[in-house]
């Protein structure tokens, strides 16, 4: 298994922008599927976005043209980059990884093996 750390939450005004990084050690970056998790109080945890490894991209509608997934295997880092945020985007936002991909299958947050500790961020005025 990949271990996971992610950074860069943080509180922010409406209309703001984060990035969040997502390192990963102990395992072959690449070969990795990854993806953005977020999961706001009282609500079901959720995929946000996932990038494979061939670098095809998912986006939940709700963050389409707001934010961007993209990965630097170089690095073994996954990124993604908010826009426009809103205090609907509120949550905390989880990395995760699996050698394995299926988007209906990640939708259901099954059989994912590996995940970070996560990250709050906060959009708030």
């Known amino acids: 298994q990949v271990q996971l750390v992610e950074s860069g939450g943080g509180l922010v005004q409406p209309g703001g922008s984060l990035r969040l990084s997502c390192a990963a050690s102990?395992?072959?970056?690449?070969?990795?599927?990854m993806g953005w998790f977020r999961q706001a109080p009282g609500k079901q945890r959720e995929l946000v976005a996932a990038?494979?490894?061939?670098?095809?991209?998912f986006y939940t509608d709700s963050v389409k043209g707001r934010f961007t997934i993209s990965r630097d295997n170089a690095k073994n880092t996954v990124y993604l980059q908010m826009n426009s945020l809103s205090a609907e985007d509120t949550a905390v936002y989880y990395c995760?990884?699996?050698?394995?991909?299926?988007?209906?299958?990640?939708?259901?947050?099954?059989?994912?093996?590996?995940w970070g500790h996560g990250t709050q961020v906060t959009v708030s005025s």
């Open positions: 990038i494979t490894t061939g670098g095809g991209t």
């Open positions: 995760a990884g699996d050698a394995s991909f299926s988007l209906s299958r990640w939708r259901a947050i099954t059989n994912i093996g590996s």
């Open positions: 102990g395992s072959i970056f690449s070969i990795y599927h």
